[in-house]
């Protein structure tokens, strides 16, 4: 089964990132210079997570890359440019991104469920900090799952994950 991750507006996604579930990745390296990566808003690449491969520029069969999603591509609930996308036995298994945080969880969340459909969300306080996590969870059709929590890294950077099985 084929399913395409990137931004639809469907009523559950199937084109998320342009990023192929179950496929390998077919993606150049990001531009290097002097160590660094300098990806290009204009352009989708892969980066590694720790920095420029001292033997291989292609993507590896398993772990974790980072891929530049170019400007156009950027669904709103995401923030910055960066996802995560999880590889084994060489095809993507899922993918992930932060989103805006506590400021803005209900526009996120909004946006997901535009894509994923209606779902039951939370609000989480935790007694430790001023602000409540929004989270939703969603099966998708096909048995993959979708996690968002408005505040997975702080209070600025929360995070939506899709896994495929």
Partial sequence: MLLMIGWSGASVADDLFGIAMHQPL???ECAQRQGSYLPDDRSVCFKWPSGPAKTSSSVPDEG???VN???NQRPGFMHG???EVGLRHGVVTSVATKTHGAGQDNQDLAELVQLFG????Q???DGLNPYQSL????QLPHGGSVY???TEYGRYNGMVKITEP
């Fill in 123 to 125: 609000r989480i306080t």
């Fill in 118 to 121: 209606r779902t039951d969300p």
């Fill in 81 to 83: 440019a960066d996802v």
């Fill in 148 to 150: 968002f929590n408005s």
């Fill in 135 to 138: 989270r939703a969870n969603w």
């Fill in 64 to 66: 974790t890359v980072i």
């Fill in 69 to 71: 999603i170019s400007i």
């Fill in 26 to 28: 077919k993606l150049r």
